[in-house]
């Protein structure tokens, strides 16, 4: 149990990768608050699994699109030692038909959302001495792919942004990371499986084989325990050199 007395907001955690990584730091015997939407019954059953001592995980709905709300849900949250900035939308369009506002949404959530909730978060963190930030980028944090040009930009953007915060940090005991995967086989991928096939004409197979494993020179979806796994990993005490930096789980895809 390595995370044992730690408290760690997971936001976007009712699914996929974000999800897998409460588990995963649940499992280390942290104490996981959650964030993001779905099934009030399915975020129930989940609050439950992630409880400790035989209570409910605490489970926030706000809406990160709406600072207000992020800020309600840091004050309710109180102190964290881990922040985990995982709540991520796509869009995929050309660039000259991208939908002004779903531009606004994608950057809105996937980098301006984190900037409001780091600068809540440090503030405690920094007094105590410790703290881990980890965002999840992705491999469109390095590289680019056509049609998704709000995502692309967030991504290269939040890895510029935890790099500001690391060497801000640098000697608080804070650190601020990113992980960046690959194709992750979560409803995020599935949902823009129709919008890619349209955007490029191409059969639900195509899509899968020939554009979104195409990219990963190991031919296999990244498992979402697997980045819960690297979270563990940067929160550990052995991780506090490791600062300011972008981890690749990518199937070799950026390698190229
Ligand atoms: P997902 O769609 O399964 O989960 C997204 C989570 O964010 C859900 O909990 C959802 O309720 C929450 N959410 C969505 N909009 C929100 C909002 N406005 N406010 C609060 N919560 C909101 O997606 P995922 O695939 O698990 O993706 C998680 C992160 O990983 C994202 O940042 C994504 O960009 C990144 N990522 C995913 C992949 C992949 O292949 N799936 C690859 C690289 C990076």
């Not at 506002?101 to 978060?121: C, S, Y």
């Not at 792919?145 to 709000?150: G, M």
Request: hydrophobic share 45%; charged share 20%.
């Amino acid at each position: 149990m390595l995370l044992t007395g730690k408290r760690a907001l997971v936001t976007g955690s009712t699914s996929g990768i974000g999800l897998a990584m409460a588990r995963a730091l649940h499992a280390e015997g942290a104490e996981v608050i959650l964030n993001g939407f779905g099934d009030e019954g399915e975020i129930a059953t989940i609050c439950q699994e992630l409880g400790q001592n035989g209570g409910s995980a605490k489970h926030f709905a706000a809406n990160l699109l709406d600072a207000n709300e992020i800020e309600d849900m840091m004050a309710d949250a109180g102190p964290l030692d881990i922040l985990i900035n995982n709540a991520g939308m796509q869009h995929v369009a050309p660039v000259d038909e991208f939908p002004t506002d779903k531009w606004d949404a994608v950057i809105g959530l996937n980098l301006t959302a984190a900037f409001h909730t780091t600068r809540l978060a440090v503030p405690a963190m920094r007094d105590k001495g410790w703290g881990r930030l980890i965002n999840t980028a992705s491999a469109h944090s390095l590289t680019a792919s056509p049609f998704k040009s709000a995502y692309n930009a967030s991504k290269h953007g939040i890895v510029g942004f935890t790099k500001t915060v690391a060497l801000e940090l640098a000697q608080s005991g804070v650190t601020a990371n990113c992980i960046s995967p690959g194709y992750v086989w979560t409803e995020l991928i599935k949902g823009q499986i129709p919008d890619t096939m349209k955007a490029r004409g191409l059969s639900r197979e195509e899509v899968i084989n020939d554009v979104l494993l195409a990219k990963q020179p190991t031919k296999k979806f990244v498992q979402p325990e697997e980045v819960g796994a690297l979270a563990v990993f940067l929160c550990r005490e052995e991780a506090g050199n490791v600062t300011g930096s972008n981890w690749s789980m990518d199937g070799g895809w950026t390698a190229e």
